[in-house]
């Protein structure tokens, strides 16, 4: 059974700096698509960034800001967030499908995701 467990999240301040992580399990995430999206109150679930082989992949409006990575002997993924603001305020989940899924911005590209972690950032 392939689970995907985050962690991480938590309250901060506007400017602060924050790492999520997913943990795997039953699924190898260097042979795997991984990604980040999130959901804000009443929005839709938007991607954040995605990582497969060697490239990764980031949303414009994120980058510079975040940053995805991955550490292949923990089977572990993660998301390092810098200067956030509060739009950044959201249910973080990360996600898995297969290595030639694409686009990888598209949800539709994933077939297993994690509960989330939250993610509130004050002003």
């Known amino acids: 059974q392939v689970q995907l467990v985050e962690s991480g999240g938590g309250l901060v301040q506007a400017g602060d700096s924050l790492r999520l992580s997913c943990a795997a399990s039953?699924?190898?995430?260097?042979?795997?698509?991984m990604a980040w999206f999130r959901q804000a109150p009443g929005k839709e679930r938007e991607f954040v960034a995605a990582?497969?082989?060697?490239?990764?992949y980031v949303a414009d409006s994120m980058k510079g800001r975040f940053t995805i990575s991955r550490d292949n002997a923990k089977n572990t993924v993660y998301l390092q967030m810098n200067s956030l603001k509060p739009e950044d305020t959201a249910l973080y989940y990360c996600?898995?499908?297969?290595?030639?899924?694409?686009?990888?911005?598209?949800?539709?590209?994933?077939?297993?995701w994690g509960q989330g972690t939250q993610v509130t950032v004050s002003s």
């Open positions: 039953g699924r190898t995430v260097s042979n795997h698509l």
């Open positions: 990582i497969r082989w060697s490239d990764t």
């Open positions: 996600t898995s499908g297969y290595h030639i899924a694409n686009p990888v911005a598209n949800r539709a590209s994933y077939d297993i």
